[in-house]
């Protein structure tokens, strides 16, 4: 499989919208990719593509409130391209970018009963930010995103490339 890798633009967000609830089984994610993200963050921001088709993307930026923090909003990779390194490597391009920037740390955040996501970013080098309670053996942020909306907060120290 050749896949190629760019930043991310406006084209591209009719694209993400069109998948991404299908790529996550069902689930209503597309309200959390505004057009926004690949408008405004683009050069930190990563499409990939297989035969000139969507095998993922990352949407991230530089934090303009926390210095030297980076973010990833939004990383998804297509069901039949997932366990082939996909994710990782964009995942790379962000850290090269957010090095790039002068970032030292990068963060995102997931759902607790997204437990592929959880391995996946510790997988990465992740660490998980101590939260108020802890299941399953992994810290968690009660009502982080609002009544009901627990969150694990990680935290990724971005060192010499």
Known sequence: MRVEFRAATGADHARVVAVVDDWWGGRSMAPLLQRLFFEHFG???????SDGALAGFLIGFVSPSKAGTAYVHFVGVDPDH??????????????????????????????????????????LGFR??????????VDVHPDYDGPGDDRVLFRYELGER
């Open 128 to 137: 998980t930010v101590p939260g108020e309670a802890v299941r399953e053996g």
């Open 43 to 49: 050069s930190t921001s990563f499409v990939a593509e």
């Open 82 to 123: 997932r366990g082939a390194g996909l994710g990782s490597e964009l995942y790379q391009r962000f850290f090269d970018a957010a090095r790039q920037a002068g970032c030292r740390w990068v963060e995102c955040v997931t759902s607790p009963v997204n437990t592929g996501s959880v391995a996946f970013h510790t997988l």
